[in-house]
């Protein structure tokens, strides 16, 4: 242990995490959705919440982009910093989840262990993963922020697919191709996921 570590004394609190979600009438859990950049991770997190609000759950996403350009705003894309951005999304998600939220985290997420930390953090049966499955070739096709051009110029270094690699989940909660089906029907596949493990209504 470091010395502030030492220094340092858990605080319980006299609310729990049932409480919490009784009062929100739902269980809490973190959905994390991983794949390839322009997989379509944000777009289905975005249709997800929306579904979720019409149910009457509450509900947060937590996406990559918009993390990074506050809470982790100090890390690059090397390896390292790569897991340090998942190491502390995966501790955010764990208080969200604590609060009594459902959280839908959208990351790439490239590296197996970083995924499996966020899934330990966790109670079991709280932790679902969405592998949001496309092909680097439709992924670079669709490229809307421009970005796998950028890398393939060099422009861009440690870009995942391209010089970095990424790590397929081996066996995910939940598979979904956004080159098979529309958004509308990978969300409805989502749903139908979480109602049938009692996660909502």
């Known amino acids: ?16 995490k049932a409480q919490r979600a009784e009062l929100k009438n739902q269980r809490p859990f973190l959905l994390w959705l991983t794949g390839l950049s322009g997989a379509g991770k944000s777009t289905i997190a975005n ?8 149910g009457g759950h509450h509900s947060y ?3 990559g982009d918009n993390v990074r350009q506050h809470l982790n705003g100090d890390l690059g894309f090397s390896n390292g910093d790569r897991v340090e951005n998942i190491r502390r999304i995966a501790e955010v ?12 985290a959208a990351f ?22 969405v592998y949001v ?12 922020k421009g970005l796998y051009k950028k890398a393939r110029l060099g422009e861009i270094k440690n870009f995942t697919g391209i010089d970095s690699p990424y790590e397929e989940p081996v066996s995910p909660d939940i598979v979904i191709d956004n080159a098979l089906n529309s958004v509308e029907d990978n969300v409805q596949i989502i749903l139908a996921y ?8």
């Open 133 to 144: 499955k496309a092909s680097l070739d439709i992924c670079e096709k669709r490229d809307s």
């Open 93 to 104: 998600s764990k208080l969200f989840v604590d609060s009594g939220m459902i959280i839908i």
């Open 194 to 201: 979480l109602r049938g493990q009692g996660l909502i209504n």
């Open 1 to 16: 242990m470091t010395l502030v570590e030492n220094n340092l004394t858990w605080h319980e609190q006299r609310i729990s």
């Open 108 to 129: 790439i997420s490239p590296f197996r262990a970083e995924r499996e930390l966020a899934k330990r953090l966790l109670e079991e049966g709280e932790f679902v993963e």
């Open 47 to 54: 249709e997800l919440e929306c579904e979720m609000y019409r």
């Open 61 to 63: 996403i937590l996406d």
